[in-house]
């Protein structure tokens, strides 16, 4: 049956994330761990469907202050036909130069990380994500299909693909095509593997920097469920440390211009 099959085929890909990638995600999240615990920022960013794991990431229960997400609109569809589909968002985000625009709104500095989503790893938009932080001496990780890097040609006009672009390439292990599920006499498969793999990937990251945030002696400012048991106001504190966080990065880069 197809949905045991799906099941079985995106365990087996978590799996093998599980058995290959512990290293690149624990060096990952030491580096993030590094960035926050000294003052800086973990920037997130994906565009079209790669966008899921950024918005799971933070504010998200489980996740702190520490993680800034990236998100421009244009970037995520909200539509499929029209203003906001999805024939825009792909046709963006593989044109040069608009992501250098889009960052030209943050303060980065080399305190700073920025993790990257895309499953093909071949759009301009996070390619130039990494290229242009890096040059402000962000430390960049990429999440992305590296059996896609090995088998397609590069889109972007530098000949880099993400991974090349990046300090830590972290391989979300799933095939090219992303789908997963084969129905008997069409090419086309169904059930994509690729944002499964990736939120699973953004909640290790998540869990294994708050862990040596803690074990430094640090304590992230982190959203919780009302279940947990906490002060009612406590949410509450957390977005005001995120808020106190993101004027202090606008104050500096005013200051900086």
């Not at 609109?73 to 825009?88: K, S, T």
């Not at 990494?130 to 040609?153: D, P, T």
């Not at 979300?172 to 939120?199: H, M, R, W, Y």
Request: some cysteine; overall charge negative; charged content about 20%.
């Amino acid at each position: 049956m197809a949905e045991l099959e799906y099941l079985t085929r995106i365990t087996e890909i978590l799996a093998q994330i599980r058995d290959t990638q512990r290293d690149n995600i624990e060096k990952a999240a030491t580096q993030f761990a590094e960035s926050i615990a000294s003052g800086g920022r973990v920037y997130t960013f994906g565009s079209g469907h790669s966008v899921i794991p950024v918005l799971d990431i933070f504010p998200r229960y489980g996740s702190f202050v520490g993680f800034y997400p990236i998100y421009d609109p244009r970037l995520m569809w909200f539509n499929v036909v029209g203003p906001g589909g999805a024939r825009e968002l792909l046709w963006l985000e593989q044109r040069e130069g608009y992501a250098r625009i889009v960052l030209s709104s943050y303060n980065l500095t080399p305190q700073d990380s920025l993790l990257l989503f895309s499953h093909g790893g071949l759009n301009a938009a996070a390619i130039e994500m990494g290229i242009e932080a890096a040059r402000s001496g962000v430390r960049i990780v990429s999440v992305s299909s590296l059996s896609n890097y090995r088998q397609a040609a590069a889109k972007h006009s530098s000949g880099k693909k993400l991974a090349d672009v990046s300090d830590i390439a972290i391989d979300n292990c799933v095939p090219p095509e992303d789908a997963l599920v084969a129905a008997q006499g069409i090419p086309e498969k169904f059930a994509a593997g690729s944002t499964v793999a990736s939120v699973s990937i953004a909640m290790t990251l998540v869990a294994e920097t708050g862990r040596i945030l803690v074990a430094q002696g640090n304590h992230p400012a982190t959203f919780v469920s009302p279940n947990v048991g906490l002060p009612p106001n406590h949410n509450e504190q957390v977005f005001s440390q995120y808020m106190r966080n993101v004027l202090r990065g606008f104050e500096e880069k005013v200051a900086s211009e």
